[in-house]
Nanobody, 127 residues
Framework: VQLQASGGGSVQAGGSLRLSCVAS????????VAWFRQAPGKEREAVSC??????????YYTDSVKGRFTLSRDNAKNSVYLQMNSLKPEDTAVYYC???????????????????WGKGTQVTVSS
């Protein structure tokens, strides 16, 4: 089981980036998937999550990214994406994708809910 995150980089405020997370060794479509981020000196926090265990996909976005970030998945490519628009300097962090087979919606944003983690990708937003 492996997750590979990519797509990070350096942009100016107001710019966009698209992060990708590709899974290997298992079918990502059967799992809940999340993007977390960790800025220097701060706790790792959930940015966006998706759970498709019910008929209707359930999405979570932390308040600071609502309206700017969009999570999507492509089961055919075994991938999840995070489109980040209108980036701000406070979005600067290492971004990680993570997955778990079963999680309650109330626990989607909990770091401890996730079993598998990819290596992070750095996002740097300059003012």
């Amino acid at each position: 089981v492996q997750l590979q995150a990519s797509g990070g980089g350096s942009v100016q405020a107001g710019g966009s980036l698209r992060l990708s997370c590709v899974a290997s060794g298992f079918s990502l479509g059967d799992y809940a998937v999340a993007w977390f981020r960790q800025a220097p000196g701060k706790e790792r926090e959930a940015v966006s999550c998706i759970d498709t265990s019910d008929e209707t996909p359930y999405y979570y976005y932390t308040d600071s990214v609502k309206g700017r970030f969009t999570l999507s998945r492509d089961n055919a490519k075994n991938s999840v994406y995070l489109q980040m628009n209108s980036l701000k300097p406070e979005d600067t962090a290492v971004y990680y994708c993570a997955t778990t087979s079963r999680v309650a919606h109330s626990a989607l944003a909990e770091r401890s809910s996730y079993d598998y983690w990819g290596k992070g990708t750095q996002v740097t937003v300059s003012s």
